[in-house]
């Protein structure tokens, strides 16, 4: 029988193919070494592609931060003296700035000061005014920085115990301060140290004797998410479990644990507890079944009744950040959460900062590029207003399914909105004048010109919010 069958298909003639006829290259897809993702991508496949594959991740650039010792002065300077430069041999933190967004030449820093001070003379009146309304409002005490002074302060007197060298290192002249060699070595912290600080805030408990069915369900800059079930309650909950040694700045992970465990309101996301698995911290979080709002924008035409619901969730819950100090700075479709009840809830903490009396302003450069305010791209200081601006740009996510400048590399796009005027609709004649109006108020390039989430809540186009019944429906219709 073997024989045969071998005989058969000796017999058994290839049949020839033919080449194609009228062949068309339409799309040409590679992928981009330099940004860490596909060009050309057929937009009918995209709808088929994680999640990780196409949307941008927030980042940090760590060598335009500048580290302040928690309880120092802050000196909003417009020159860097080259005291502040210190060598990349000694191995901690450089704060000379070398972001290729900023002009940074010895010839353009000159030129800027000059622009500055004259523009400072003839604005004297309006900054004072600006200051004043600024002042009438007392900033929170910043929780977080209190517990690192605290520390720093014992790490200080540990060392001069040892050293039996006294020294003080808070500035509090007019001036810039005239060495950062001492101040960067309270700055630092090894990965001991900073583990041994993260306990403080933590759950004790081994969290794998608590909770169990572990299923991964996505992942993000900071680590990856798992639903699990809680074994004393019988309910599901989602974890994030980030790496302690795969994080740009590792004390970013404390905004995950102390900033949501502080702040409650009906539109966050709600932290049960937090734990430290060997190099892992583990922060376990109220579980939302409808997903994030991308998949609803990317999948679905929101009515315009809609997309005033949504921004009446975010706002509420931004008005209440805004009030207690904190900066979300992550603004974007990917941080609102999804309930199949309607339920809207603002998430991802890891970026977020906390502004009070000693540090009105932030200048990190932090945030995902697409959705960046220009002054932070910029480096300017900058406040809650950061996150208005996002928040406008997320509602021309909502109308048009992406941000503007999606097309672009974020490092040009970040290059527009920091050059350019604000972005507006592509059909702007297809949306009501009160939605045109409302984004009008969020996308304006003076920080100081933007509305806040307060007066933001008191514009008509809210009041075509649809109730959360329909809402409800939707999430459910795009899950089906």
Not at 22 to 43: A, C, L
Not at 122 to 146: F, I
Not at 164 to 175: A, F, K, L, R, Y
Not at 264 to 283: F, G, R, S
Request: aromatic share 8%.
């Amino acid at each position: 029988m073997a024989k045969g069958k071998e005989a058969k298909k000796k017999k058994l003639k290839k049949k020839d193919i033919s080449l194609p006829n009228n062949f068309k290259h339409n799309y040409h897809m590679t992928y981009d070494n330099r940004e860490g993702n596909y060009i050309g991508v057929p937009p009918q496949w995209k709808k088929f592609l994680a999640k990780e594959f196409e949307r941008p991740k927030p980042f940090i650039d760590p060598s335009v931060v500048t580290e302040i010792q928690p309880g120092a002065l802050v000196l909003q300077a417009q020159t860097v003296s080259p005291g502040m430069r210190q060598s990349a041999s000694t191995g901690k933190i450089n704060i000379a700035r070398s972001n290729s967004l900023r002009q940074n030449s010895v010839k353009s820093r000159a030129k800027n000061n000059k622009v500055v001070e004259e523009s400072s003379e003839n604005n004297a009146p309006n900054m004072a005014l600006d200051r004043n309304k600024a002042a009438t409002r007392s900033l929170p005490k910043n929780v977080y920085s209190a517990q690192r002074k605290e520390y720093y302060e014992a790490r200080r007197q540990q060392q001069q115990g040892q050293n039996n060298e006294p020294s003080d290192n808070m500035d509090t002249s007019d001036g810039p301060p005239q060495s950062s060699t001492a101040m960067s070595d309270n700055i630092f912290v090894s990965p001991d140290e900073f583990r041994e600080a993260l306990k403080l805030v933590v759950n004790q408990d081994d969290p794998k004797e608590i909770f169990e069915n572990f299923v991964k369900i996505g992942e993000g800059s900071t680590g990856v998410v798992c639903i699990a079930k809680d074994k004393r309650s019988g309910k599901h909950v989602a974890i994030k479990k980030m790496d302690l040694h795969k994080q740009q700045r590792r004390e970013l992970l404390f905004n995950e644990v102390v900033t949501m465990k502080n702040y409650h309101h009906t539109n966050i996301i709600e932290l049960y507890d937090a734990y430290l698995v060997n190099e892992e911290l583990w922060v376990v979080m109220e579980y939302l079944d409808g997903g994030a709002l991308t998949d609803l924008v990317t999948n679905t035409q929101l009515k315009e009744e809609h997309i005033a619901y949504f921004c009446k969730c975010c706002l509420k819950a931004l008005e209440y950040l805004h009030s207690q100090g904190v900066i979300h700075r992550d603004i974007k479709s990917d941080s609102i959460l999804l309930s199949r009840t309607g339920q809207i809830k603002l998430s991802d903490f890891g970026f977020c900062a906390q502004v009070s009396n000693e540090i009105p302003k932030r200048r990190s450069l932090v945030g995902t590029p697409y959705w960046m305010a220009p002054e932070i791209i910029a480096r300017d200081s900058y406040g809650a207003e950061a996150d208005i601006w996002s928040f406008g740009v997320m509602v021309i996510e909502m109308i048009e399914t992406e941000p503007p400048f999606f097309n672009e590399p974020p490092l040009m796009a970040m290059k527009k909105i920091r050059d350019q005027p604000p972005s507006t609709l592509k059909n702007p004649e297809k949306v009501s004048p009160k939605l045109k109006t409302f984004i009008e108020a969020c996308l304006q390039k003076d920080p100081f010109r933007r509305s806040s989430a307060f007066e933001l809540l008191q514009h008509p186009f809210l009041h075509f919010a649809s109730p959360p019944s329909t809402i409800a429906t939707l999430v459910k219709d795009s899950k089906s």
